[in-house]
């Protein structure tokens, strides 16, 4: 037997600048969007978790953004661009203003969205005409972002910064994924069973904790999560998604080899022949590891309601997440 689960995510990016005075008086300021590179996608999905989440210290979603940089070119941004223009400064501080990092989430209607933000500043040592911004997961010359500084009707502009002033950017980035309450059709065919139908969807139960929220985006959005057996499914629409899973044998993934420019990763679940000979409802791949999950994706059987796995069955889900700009 043999699934691939397919999953759609976006990502944007979302900039406050400021140029503070020795005081910390603001002397000008401003709000844009930003362009993410296909440096920046390839980096997230290439590493080991989609998130980068234990780099540096610095919360979800950050590592590949954990340096920023200025610089005073003027190329228009384009997603093949791999440097700054001409870069004048880097640095990875959070000027005193790392308490202003925040991960929040919500849920409107058919969607999961996660808001992950962080801040950094550069001391300027030196006069500079500003007209550009990236930021890397390194002090090499290679970005993940890059735009230019514009003003509120999206016209690039100049920062003309000071020695002792500081640039302080606090940047969001957004990523959305689908989740509609009782999940959506979907089906696959499986060798020697036939057509199986059900209803699949990510969720988060209503009135999880922040860490179980935490959890989601560190672990199950890069599919880590472990993979469960659906024991008993009575409707996608429960409170907690329904139904009792099997902890007998919890099923790790194996991620394969990401090929760059394709901003796609697949994470293989396996159930061997040895495990999980029994009825199955269907499958869960979450964080909570227990009876009843509070994180995830989920994939339950409508017809037929329930397949038999015997020892001379050999179950490979293959867990597609792709990541594209909104």
């Known amino acids: 037997m043999h699934h691939k689960v397919k999953q759609e995510g976006t990502v944007s990016g979302w900039v406050h600048w400021e140029v503070l005075n020795a005081d910390g008086a603001v002397a000008q300021e401003g709000e844009q969007p930003n362009l993410i590179l296909d440096r920046g996608l390839n980096t997230i999905l290439a590493s080991s978790n989609l998130s980068d989440v234990t780099n540096f210290g610095i919360g979800l979603w950050a590592a590949f953004r954990h340096y920023l940089?200025?610089?005073?070119?003027?190329?228009?941004?384009?997603?093949?661009?791999?440097?700054?223009?001409?870069?004048?400064?880097?640095?990875?501080?959070?000027?005193?203003?790392?308490?202003?990092?925040?991960?929040?989430?919500?849920?409107?209607?058919?969607?999961?969205?996660?808001?992950?933000?962080?801040?950094?500043?550069?001391?300027?040592?030196?006069?500079?005409?500003?007209?550009?911004?990236?930021?890397s997961e390194a002090t090499g010359t290679n970005v993940n972002i890059r735009e230019l500084f514009r003003d509120g009707t999206g016209t690039p502009i100049t920062l003309s910064v000071q020695a002792?002033?500081?640039?302080?950017?606090?940047?969001?980035?957004?990523?959305?994924?689908?989740?509609?309450?009782?999940?959506?059709?979907?089906?696959?065919?499986?060798?020697?069973?036939?057509?199986?139908?059900?209803?699949?969807?990510?969720?988060?139960?209503?009135?999880?904790?922040?860490?179980?929220?935490?959890?989601?985006?560190?672990?199950?959005?890069?599919?880590?999560?472990?993979?469960?057996?659906?024991?008993?499914?009575n409707t996608m629409d429960r409170a907690d998604r329904g139904g009792?899973?099997?902890?007998?044998?919890?099923?790790?993934?194996t991620k394969l080899t990401y090929v760059s420019g394709t901003f796609k990763v697949t994470k293989r679940y396996v159930i061997t022949t040895a495990q999980l000979n029994?009825?199955?409802h269907g499958w869960f791949i979450g964080y909570q590891l227990s009876s009843s999950p509070e994180v995830g994706y989920k994939f339950g059987l409508t017809n037929p309601a329930t397949i038999t796995k015997a020892s001379t069955h050999k179950l490979t889900l293959d867990f597609e997440l792709t990541l594209g700009r909104a």
């Open 244 to 253: 009792a899973h099997d902890t007998s044998a919890l099923v790790s993934a």
């Open 164 to 233: 002792g002033q500081q640039l302080k950017v606090t940047h969001t980035l957004t990523v959305t994924v689908p989740s509609i309450t009782g999940g959506t059709d979907a089906s696959f065919t499986v060798t020697g069973i036939g057509l199986l139908a059900g209803k699949e969807t990510w969720w988060m139960k209503a009135g999880v904790t922040a860490a179980s929220m935490e959890s989601f985006w560190a672990t199950n959005f890069a599919s880590n999560g472990t993979l469960q057996r659906m024991s008993a499914v």
């Open 69 to 135: 940089a200025v610089g005073t070119g003027s190329t228009a941004p384009a997603v093949g661009q791999t440097t700054l223009a001409t870069e004048v400064a880097r640095a990875a501080n959070g000027g005193g203003f790392t308490a202003e990092s925040t991960n929040v989430y919500s849920q409107p209607a058919g969607f999961m969205v996660g808001a992950f933000t962080i801040v950094r500043v550069i001391d300027i040592t030196a006069a500079h005409n500003l007209t550009e911004f990236g930021f």
């Open 278 to 280: 029994a009825a199955h």
